[in-house]
């Protein structure tokens, strides 16, 4: 068992609460896509809260924080901290978990976008916003689970290396080398754009292999040139404007970041 969780979780099993903050709640839903496997996952853990579900408080402890959804209010930043504090181990599930996500758009003029929803009255519900940003922008994460929606078996696979340990490492890599071991041939030989140029691997490329191309919703990879990407994709003879609109999608935070740092 992780040495990230309580003592207690030993003697018991593993408490787990699955918090949702600004997202369509895709994520938390696509878990009960596992379908005749659920039931034999939740038997191995105690599910102490699921905001989907439930609307009882979240418990005061637990062993592990599911959490989906980007941080967009500073209410959001304060369930996320002390979800942090009581947690041994964190998950973040999704794009906007994990990248911002398409709340993340929003993140390079929060003022504009806010007029433009709300004119010069934002409800009071809204409480103090925040520029959109993914729950590690706040808190240390443990795990990821990438991509919109997640694919429930890696959720399980993550939530199992977080109970259990894993010394599987993350992919960094960008997702062209999953899409050429499938073996459909290249989006960009048809003149069709595709994000797998800078998007991260792991997802198996499955947009690609079912003959979409590549969103970006994995998020950015570490080891991505975007701007060898723009040339590639001028070569192409593609609008490179085009291809900026289309990686702020899931990735507008770490672009709007890396453009503030230069």
Known sequence: MSENLSPTAERRAPRVVVIGLASCFGCQINITN????????????????????????????????????????????????????????????????????????????????????????????????????PVSDVIDVDAEVRCCPIDPFEFVRVLDGVLYGSNRLPATSALCGECSRNEKGCFYKQGVMCLGLVTRAGCGAKCPALGRPCNGCAGLSSDSNVEAARYVVGKRGLEVARFNDALEMFNAVAINAAQGEE
């Open 34 to 133: 596992i379908e005749r496997h659920l039931m034999d996952v939740l038997g191995q853990i105690d599910l102490g809260y699921w905001q989907l579900t439930s609307s009882v408080p979240m418990p005061d402890e637990f062993d592990v924080a599911v959490i989906e959804g980007a941080v967009t209010t500073e209410e959001a930043a304060e369930t996320v901290r002390r979800a942090r504090e009581r947690a041994g181990s964190v998950i973040a599930i999704g794009s906007c978990a994990v990248t911002g996500g398409i709340p993340g758009m929003a993140s390079g003029d929060l003022a504009g976008h806010v007029e433009a929803v709300y004119g010069d009255a934002a409800p009071d519900a809204c409480g103090d916003l925040l520029a959109p940003r």
